[in-house]
T-cell receptor, first 113, second 119 residues
């Protein structure tokens, strides 16, 4: 049973509009969350993270929101650009996981010109 | 600039062959990880290592083993390759996470991946 879920396998957005990628988790012990971006034929690269003591973290065009009561986080990209087209993975960790992350299945974002 | 390299980008092997996937990182990271990525399943942890000579099973270790003789190198071994091990294999490294009083974890840096096909 997946502990980190990304229920939308794919998402298409027009250039300049907002992209919203969602992630749900089941383990209430998770206290740190990350988003990774992956282009074809490349390894995932870190994008942004958030600790459970916060409900929002912003870095340029990227903002992550955390709703602990709903066990839900989302990544907002504003404005979306064609170069943002990639697979986005949500990942989570907890103290009893040591230094390991649990990854979701990914969402493929396509930003259309 | 952190660099994680993997020995091959593409590999084709036959069922029953012994397969070695090599990973090298140049940032003196203590932690190293092997994942496989499959459609709809995301990245699943096979093995990890927090120190030289140390190894721990991840979520899907069956059919795999690892070796970490040097800090910068972490090898994944398929003792007898099977068709269900056809996948994208990703290596990652990271610094140790801060102590329990910290609210952050160190990010993992990934290599480009090895796409393994077992015929």
């Amino acid at each position: 049973d997946q502990q980190v879920k990304q229920n939308s396998p794919s998402l298409s957005v027009q250039e300049g509009r907002i992209s919203i990628l969602n992630c749900d988790y089941t383990n209430s012990m998770f206290d740190y969350f990350l988003w990774y971006k992956k282009y074809p034929a490349e390894g995932p690269t870190f994008l942004i993270s958030i600790s459970s003591i916060k409900d929002k973290n912003e870095d340029g065009r990227f903002t992550v929101f955390l709703n602990k009561s709903a066990k839900h986080l989302s990544l907002h990209i504003v404005p979306s650009q064609p170069g943002d087209s990639a697979v986005y993975f949500c990942a989570a960790s907890a103290r009893n996981y040591g230094q390991n992350f649990v990854f979701g299945p990914g969402t493929r974002l396509s930003v259309l010109p | 600039d952190v660099k994680v390299t993997q020995s091959s980008r593409y590999l084709v092997k036959r069922t029953g062959e012994k397969v070695f996937l090599e990973c090298v990182q140049d940032m003196d990271h203590e932690n190293m990880f092997w994942y496989r990525q499959d459609p709809g399943l995301g990245l699943r942890l096979i093995y990890f290592s927090y120190d030289v000579k140390m190894k721990e099973k991840g979520d899907i270790p069956e059919g795999y083993s690892v070796s970490r003789e040097k800090k910068e190198r972490f090898s994944l071994i398929l003792e007898s390759a099977s068709t269900n091990q056809t996948s994208m294999y990703l290596c990652a490294s990271s610094l140790p996470s801060p102590g329990t009083s910290s609210t952050s974890y160190n990010e993992q840096f990934f290599g480009p991946g090895t796409r393994l096909t077992v015929l």
